[in-house]
């Protein structure tokens, strides 16, 4: 049972570059969810998907896009990166979205640096 | 807008001691309460969780959290710190207040000295 798998794990980007963060759940959860971490910040929620079809921003949006391919795949687009992209970057899902109090499930990240 | 404060960004102790990590939220309906531990350059593992019931939670590795709701408080504790437990910690919650995800405080990074 592989959880929460994230592709690639490393990543150097230039500025202006597109790239695109795969994320894939094999527990059969409604909900995903992209953070990313930045030190001292916590992680900041950038998008979220309540369930296959829907997608709703975060708090902090700007700059990415996201497409729920499927109820197991929940990919993050950079379309231009910018140096303040330059993040930790990780994928989570959950059955309920944390509206039951069931927990979030990560992924082991995506270290992303845009130069 | 609904928020998670953990205080102290940096906590020190030695091994052997106790371990006191704090976490707050705000919100006037008391929410689900997490502690998540994160080691260096991993992705984030669920300690405990509080849902209902008793207020008192134990978690893996030793760890357990008090949901004190007249303080608005779910603290993580830990009676005698091992050197495996050195990570990074986060405190989040979630329930109707916060939509459909997850809401993270900005973590308390623990130290172990010997």
């Known amino acids: 049972n592989a959880g929460v798998t994230q592709t690639p794990k490393f990543q150097v980007l230039k500025t202006g570059q597109s790239m695109t963060l795969q994320c894939a759940q094999d527990?059969?959860?409604?909900?995903m969810y992209w953070y990313r971490q930045d030190p001292g910040m916590g992680l900041r929620l950038i998008y979220y998907s309540a369930s296959e079809g829907t997608t709703d921003k975060g708090e902090v949006p700007n700059g990415y896009n996201v497409s729920r391919l499927n109820k197991r795949e929940f990919s993050l687009r950079l379309e231009s990166a910018a140096p303040s992209q330059t993040s930790v970057y990780f994928c989570?899902?959950?059955?309920?979205?944390?509206?039951?109090?069931?927990?979030?499930?990560f992924g082991q990240g995506t270290r992303l640096t845009v130069v | 807008a609904q928020s998670v404060t953990q205080l102290g960004s940096h906590v020190s102790v030695s091994e052997g001691a106790l371990v006191l990590l704090r976490c707050n939220y705000s919100s006037s309906v008391p929410p689900y309460l997490f502690w998540y531990v994160q080691y260096p350059n991993q992705g984030l593992q669920l300690l405990l969780k509080?849902?209902?019931?008793?207020?008192l939670v134990k978690g893996i590795n030793g760890f357990e959290a008090e949901f004190k709701k007249s303080e608005t408080s779910f603290h993580l504790t830990k009676p005698s710190a091992h050197m495996s437990d050195a990570a990074e910690y986060f405190c989040?919650?979630?329930?109707?207040?916060?939509?459909?995800?997850?809401?993270f405080g900005p973590g308390t990074r623990l130290s172990v000295l010997p």
């Open positions: 527990m059969n959860h409604n909900s």
């Open positions: 989570a899902s959950s059955d309920q979205g944390g509206l039951m109090g069931t927990e979030a499930f």
């Open positions: 509080y849902t209902t019931g008793a207020t």
């Open positions: 989040a919650v979630s329930g109707r207040n916060y939509g459909q995800n997850f809401v």
